[in-house]
């Protein structure tokens, strides 16, 4: 009985460390997490209880697997999915826990529909920025508008371009660079209501 005991403590030990190790990744970086889960949830009122899910989920792999995600750094990447999953499923439990019934009792509100109206907004003052930027790039000379293009429009890298046309990639990263100075310079985000 004494060699199950040792055992035993042993595998309690392992599992309070793993347990000590996600805790303290999820304080440090809990706020990142949190904002990630909004987004995916578009903050739907239940998201925090989505990534307590998801992290009692995390808890109960095997220590084999939740170790290799520890040592490869891929807590976030992990709970992430697992939300993204979790989300969108129609068969997933989060769904036939709040989701569900929240698509059942939600109501219109007015507030709702003037952050939709907001949106669409900013949406189409982003396409005209980048309309306007694409025709600013149109008017450049010949070097100039053919490497913008490839890389900001058409993205090609740097690298690519440097082998396909035989330029030095330091010479074109910098010619890149002033013309982005040049488009933050000309066109004010500010002036098309985008962030």
């Known amino acids: 009985m004494g060699v199950f005991y040792v055992i035993l403590n042993f595998v309690i030990l392992i599992l309070k460390w793993k347990v000590k190790m996600i805790t303290e990744y999820i304080n440090l970086h809990y706020t990142e997490i949190l904002n990630k889960f909004k987004a995916i949830t578009r903050n739907h009122q239940d ?5 307590q899910d998801c992290i009692l989920n995390f808890l109960e792999k095997g220590n084999d697997y939740t170790n290799q995600v520890l040592q490869d750094g891929k807590v976030q990447h992990y709970l992430i999915r697992m939300a993204h999953i979790q989300f969108n499923s129609s068969t997933s ?19 709702l529909v003037e952050e939709v109206e907001d949106v669409q907004e900013i949406h189409e003052d982003t396409e005209k920025l980048v309309k306007d930027v694409k025709i600013y790039i149109g008017n450049l000379p010949v070097y100039n508008r053919t490497i913008a293009e490839k890389h900001l429009v058409d993205n090609v890298s740097q690298r690519e371009m440097s082998k396909f046309y035989n330029i ?26 985008t962030y």
């Open 168 to 193: 030095n990639r330091i010479h074109i990263a910098k010619d890149i660079d002033t013309i982005k100075k040049n488009i933050r310079i000309t066109f004010n985000r500010n002036d098309y209501g």
């Open 47 to 51: 998201t925090q209880d989505l990534l």
């Open 93 to 111: 439990p989060f769904y036939t826990q709040y989701k569900k019934s929240s698509l059942k009792t939600t109501e219109i509100n007015e507030e």
